[in-house]
């Protein structure tokens, strides 16, 4: 009985049915748009990092300071931060070793001002572990020239700075090319050239990623005077050490410092000397990396493994950080867009549940006699309640329904326009090049299940004052 009163006061009350249908019908467009366009640009941008730049994990040094791969995430000290170095890095990397996870690579990271072509700007730079770095990041496409190879310096352009560094100076830039790069320090600077090895490029290039050069880490430790130790022990003579003991004003008048007199120096010693190998980068080891990345198997719970790591290595004095932390500024942009979005939608609901509310209040006023009879004859509080609420139930369902096809068919006909998307920032929450939204059935129906519970909130008011309707007075007042 109660569902077919429902139903009749529903086509009695055209108007309001439809101002009803179409408020519901657009509170569940915009949720759906809204949601599905925020999941979508949170697993693009994930994307974007993950697979070009920070990995899912980073592991740093324990600061006060937020870091993120070039600096602090703090604007304002960022200028006066010095990246600190990883402590204990061989007894770090066993321990993830151990822990299964094989995908791992080290970074160094700094800032420099690039001389190339004539024109000097400041870069940031990453000193990476070869060949470990390019087996973790399967967004990085190599163009031109070569990876870079473990021992051995060199550069690595991305394809949009060198496309602009040839626009304006109107000259070519190849592979082979010496770059330059300075950095400054106390009252100093270093200076270091290296050939250019590659021009490669993103698949997704998030904000600001394609002015990042990657270079081998040794020639940026060298510009930023950070101290290698050599893994392998040094043996000194016997005699080599009798030197301390010596006396220190015959230091550099006694033969014995550098040789006995009737020793001759000759052109194929110092030939000799010079071309032994020096320490190979590969015997580095602890006080020389900033981070390190980690990639996690597809399916693992990232999340988990990062609450675990960070009880196991505490005691190492490290960090383990995600995604959006080791991306810094321009993930945490990308934030404040969906705060924005999810503000929107909150308050469009706000609104939307307000509209609901007055007009129900309005529908309740028009059938005081009706719900007076209703009381006279019997009807309990109960089944006052549940008629206005079943009203906003069923309307809900079809106004959701409606605005979901309405939806539905919007999104497939703006994918199907292809547009491209030219700002990374936009591609890069898309996480595609062509602007394609995705038409995801869970977030359908959180949108339906949405529009349902704006409907029963909207009703709670004015069923509580239908109970409060005096059958005497109601059929008084008709």
Request: aromatic residues 8%; contains cysteine.
């Amino acid at each position: 009985m109660i569902f077919i009163l429902a139903f009749r006061n529903l086509l009695r009350n055209k108007r309001s049915t439809l101002l009803l249908l179409m408020l519901i019908s657009f509170i569940t467009m915009v949720f759906f748009w809204g949601n599905s366009f925020l999941s979508q640009s949170d697993r693009g941008l994930r994307r974007t990092y993950a697979d070009n730049l920070t990995a899912d994990l980073m592991i740093q040094k324990t600061q006060d300071i937020s870091m993120n791969l070039f600096g602090a995430n703090t604007p304002v000290i960022d200028d006066f931060f010095v990246m600190p170095v990883l402590p204990a890095y061989n007894e770090i990397r066993t321990t993830l070793e151990d822990q299964g996870l094989s995908q791992l690579s080290a970074v160094v990271s700094g800032k420099a001002a690039m001389d190339l072509a004539g024109v000097r700007q400041g870069v940031p730079l990453l000193g990476v572990e070869t060949p470990s770095y390019f087996s973790i990041f399967p967004g990085i496409d190599l163009l031109e020239g070569e990876l870079l190879l473990q021992d051995q310096p060199g550069v690595m352009l991305t394809r949009d700075m060198v496309d602009e560094l040839r626009e304006k100076k109107g000259r070519e830039i190849s592979v082979g090319d010496s770059v330059k790069f300075t950095m400054a320090y106390g009252t100093g600077f270093r200076i270091r050239e290296v050939p250019l090895k590659g021009i490669f490029q993103y698949s997704n290039p998030g904000p600001y990623m394609e002015q990042i050069v990657l270079v081998d880490p040794q020639t940026l430790r060298s510009l930023s005077s950070v101290l290698s130790v050599a893994a392998e022990e040094v043996d000194i003579a016997d005699d080599t050490m009798a030197l301390l003991d010596g006396d220190l004003d015959n230091l550099f008048t006694s033969g014995d410092f550098f040789g006995s007199d009737d020793s001759e120096f000759s052109i194929s010693d110092l030939e000799e000397d010079l071309s032994a190998p020096a320490v190979s980068s590969s015997d580095i080891m602890a006080g020389d990396w900033n981070f390190i990345l980690i990639r996690t198997e597809t399916g693992r719970n990232v999340s988990r493994i990062k609450k675990d790591l960070n009880r196991l290595l505490e005691p190492y004095g490290v960090t383990v950080v995600d995604w959006r932390t080791a991306a810094g500024n321009a993930a945490m942009s990308v934030l404040f867009i969906q705060f924005f979005f999810y503000g929107g939608i909150l308050l469009i609901s706000i609104a939307g549940v307000i509209s609901i509310v007055n007009i129900m209040l309005i529908s309740v006023f028009r059938r005081t006699r009706e719900i007076g009879t209703l009381r006279a004859i019997g009807a309990s509080d109960f089944t006052i309640a549940g008629l206005i609420v079943l009203e906003n139930l069923f309307l809900s369902l079809i106004a959701g329904s409606v605005g979901l096809l309405i939806a539905w068919w919007g999104m497939g006909w703006l994918n199907n326009l292809e547009i491209p998307l030219g700002n990374s920032l936009i591609s890069s929450l898309f996480g595609t090049n062509v602007l394609v939204v995705e038409l995801q059935s869970l977030e359908a129906i959180k949108a339906l299940a949405v529009a349902v519970a704006l409907g029963i909130c909207s009703a709670v008011y004015p069923g509580a004052l239908a109970i409060k309707i005096n059958p005497i007075e109601a059929v008084r007042r008709g």
